[in-house]
């Protein structure tokens, strides 16, 4: 028995402080830091970073509120463009297609809830909706780890063009 243990024991001596590719140990504030780069990072470029080629669109997702952990839910603004005759200033045009966003787990083949509702941006002092600009929330990462958000354009429900925001949430 005191063999069995003294051998478990100094394989956890040997590999305890290797870092695992399934669990991915990071610094604590290594983490923070890197959510918080990104959440402050604009996303706002003039190239295309967000394509949408069949529809000849570009797409821009800013953070209103950056989930930085698995309680917040956050909130996104998104803006699509014409990818040959305008730019990520404008003018903005709305999409034929439906516009959905899926955050996604890809490491553990999940999603997330509640589902996360796009509405139309409206003009605050008119209310009149703003071509292209939506407003996506309530963004949630239910745990911490590297997610996909899924910006698709949807067509009868089913994906027609998707591009994909990666994010991680510490």
Avoid at 63 to 72: C, E, F, G, M, R
Avoid at 138 to 153: C, H, K
Avoid at 154 to 165: E, F, G, L, Y
Wanted: aromatic share 8%; glycine share 4%; net charge neutral.
């Amino acid at each position: 028995m005191i063999k069995k243990l003294t051998s478990l024991s100094a394989l956890l001596l040997a590999f305890g402080c290797i870092e695992s590719p399934i669990l991915k140990h990071r610094d604590a504030s290594q983490l923070r830091a890197i959510s918080l780069a990104q959440a402050a990072a604009p996303t706002q470029t003039p190239t295309c970073d967000l394509s949408f080629p069949t529809q000849k669109l570009c797409a821009s997702w800013e953070w209103i509120i950056a989930p930085l952990d698995s309680d917040t839910r956050g909130e996104a603004r998104i803006k699509f463009w014409n990818a040959d005759t305008s730019s990520h200033a404008g003018p903005y045009v709305t999409p034929a297609e439906e516009v959905f966003v899926e955050p996604w787990m890809t490491s553990m083949g999940h999603g997330t809830r509640p589902p996360v509702v796009v509405t139309p941006e409206t003009d605050p002092v008119t209310g009149a909706v703003l071509p292209g600009q939506f407003l996506a929330k309530p963004v949630r990462f239910i745990m911490w780890g590297d997610w996909d958000i899924r910006l698709q354009l949807r067509v009868n429900q089913r994906p027609v063009s998707q591009a994909i925001i990666p994010y991680f949430v510490p």
